[in-house]
Nanobody, 127 residues
Framework: QVKLVESGGGMVQAGGSLRLSCGAPGRTFSTMGWFRQAPGKVREYIAAITRPGIITDYTDSVKGRFTISRDNADNTSDLQTIYLQMNSLKPEDTAVYYC?????????????????WGQGTQVTVFS
């Protein structure tokens, strides 16, 4: 069973930055994304990246602050590792962040559209 592995979470003061990474050793995917879930709330789509090329998408609340990127492989190849650079963090960004992946190309914002998930990494932003 494919399991994605996330890393890079932690605690940071408001206004600070964190960088998350995600991948599955030996596996590649056509589309990968990031979601987050705060206590008592539903899982929320944040961003996704898909091939060919570098096609990215963001939810409005993180536009201009978060950047999703991929590994340095040829942009026509499948995705192996993705990153989420999070700048200007706010306390409301506090959540467990999940990486997701699917084998088909195209941006998908529904959690149900992804086949594979990571275990999540905690991001805590304090004021």
């Amino acid at each position: 069973q494919v399991k994605l592995v996330e890393s890079g979470g932690g605690m940071v003061q408001a206004g600070g930055s964190l960088r998350l990474s995600c991948g599955a050793p030996g596996r590649t995917f056509s589309t990968m994304g990031w979601f987050r879930q705060a206590p008592g709330k539903v899982r929320e789509y944040i961003a996704a990246i898909t091939r060919p090329g570098i096609i990215t998408d963001y939810t409005d609340s993180v536009k201009g602050r978060f950047t999703i990127s991929r590994d340095n492989a040829d942009n026509t190849s499948d995705l192996q590792t993705i990153y989420l650079q999070m700048n200007s963090l706010k306390p409301e960004d506090t959540a467990v962040y999940y990486c997701a992946a699917r084998n088909a190309p195209g941006i998908v914002v529904r959690a149900g559209g992804y086949n594979y998930w990571g275990q999540g990494t905690q991001v805590t932003v304090f004021s």
